[in-house]
């Protein structure tokens, strides 16, 4: 069966510092793979998905980065956070060749700018 | 791109009663609408999924309606119990899913 893996579950970060954050997805292969942004009682912003290995999109320019060096591995990172980097992150993956449209989501990372 | 709002952004009903929350979309070219929700500090978990071809699915106490027509879509909860408070999340598209801004349901005992 398929599961999907974030660490760390909780981060607390200074202003300033770098970041990163991994995800990655066990049973399957060429996932499509997202990630998401949730400010705390807001909904989902998608800062990046990735269709393969060395392919990133990026929805909301801002100082986040992603990469994807293996095909299921997906990290987020930033050299310098910001106050406002604080929030919920979520990584989601779809099975690869299109064989279903159902996204699903991993536990998320909390992340805290201090 | 596509534009999903929902309402409403809180709801509060009594244990046992219904409740209704409502999408709308923008993107006639959607044709997937999953409802997730969520619980405090956890991420979103698929709960029910509707395609383009479908008016209509039930799931136990969950359904969910779609009218292709006028863009809009809606989760029914019946029967409303405790465990059943959380954030519920709308979206819409395809391979890449546009999500509405939640509502946060809260069942009274």
């Known amino acids: 069966s398929q599961t999907i893996h974030q660490w760390p579950a909780t981060l607390v970060q200074p202003v300033g510092s770098p970041l990163s954050l991994e995800c990655t997805v066990e049973g399957t292969s060429n996932p499509n793979l997202y990630w998401y942004r949730q400010a705390a009682g807001r909904g989902l912003q998608l800062l990046f998905y990735?269709?393969?290995?060395?392919?990133i999109s990026s929805e909301v320019p801002q100082n986040l980065s992603a990469s994807r060096p293996q095909d299921r591995q997906f990290i987020l990172s930033s050299k310098k956070l910001l106050l406002s980097d604080s929030g919920f992150y979520l990584c989601?993956?779809?099975?690869?060749?299109?064989?279903?449209?159902?996204?699903?989501f991993g536990p998320g990372t909390r992340l805290t700018v201090l | 791109g596509e534009n999903v709002e929902q309402h409403p952004s809180t709801l509060s009903v009594q244990e046992g009663d219904s409740a209704v929350i409502k999408c709308t979309y923008s993107d006639s070219a959607s044709n997937y609408f999953p409802w997730y929700k969520q619980e405090l500090g956890k991420g979103p978990q698929l709960i029910i999924d509707i395609r383009s071809n479908v008016g209509e699915k039930k799931d136990q106490r969950i359904a969910v309606t779609l009218n292709k027509t006028a863009k809009h879509f809606s989760l029914h909860i019946t029967e409303t119990q405790p465990e059943d408070s959380a954030v519920y999340f709308c979206?819409?598209?395809?391979?890449?899913?546009?999500f509405g801004t939640g509502t946060s349901l809260t069942v009274i005992p």
């Open positions: 990735s269709v393969g290995i060395g392919q």
């Open positions: 979206a819409a598209g395809g391979n890449q899913f546009y």
């Open positions: 989601a993956w779809i099975p690869g060749q299109g064989s279903t449209d159902t996204q699903y």
